[in-house]
Nanobody
Framework: QVQLVESGGGLVQAGDSLRISCVAN????????MGWFRQAPGKEREFVAAISYSSLITYYRDSVKGRFTISRDNAKNTMYLQMNSLKPEDTAVYYCAAADYLSVSVLPAGYNYWGQGTQVTVST
């Protein structure tokens, strides 16, 4: 069974930083792409960032460019999202996703495994 487990969310104030993590267990595909999505109350799930297995390809939504950094450590089966200069509009449940595909997708349909999410709340 594939299991993705997010951690590191919390309550912070605007301008603060957080790093959230995703540990992926049970993946059998040799080179899975991975990504982060988020969903705020009353909103659709939206793309945040994605990364190829080699880390050579990364994508970010425009609103987080320059503030967020996606990375992964394949030896630890772990993906990270470093979030700096957090804004109230970043408040959401952040979901880890993985795919049995080499291609890096910005769409939820591009991933076939999902974690349960970790809450990030940015207050003012």
């Amino acid at each position: 069974q594939v299991q993705l487990v997010e951690s590191g969310g919390g309550l912070v104030q605007a301008g603060d930083s957080l790093r959230i993590s995703c540990v992926a267990n049970g993946l059998t595909f040799e080179s899975p792409s991975m990504g982060w999505f988020r969903q705020a109350p009353g909103k659709e799930r939206e793309f945040v960032a994605a990364i190829s297995y080699s880390s050579l390809i990364t994508y970010y939504r425009d609103s987080v460019k320059g503030r967020f950094t996606i990375s992964r450590d394949n030896a630890k089966n772990t993906m990270y999202l470093q979030m700096n200069s957090l804004k109230p509009e970043d408040t959401a449940v952040y979901y880890c996703a993985a795919a049995d595909y080499l291609s890096v997708s910005v769409l939820p349909a591009g991933y076939n495994y999902w974690g349960q999410g970790t809450q990030v709340t940015v207050s003012t």
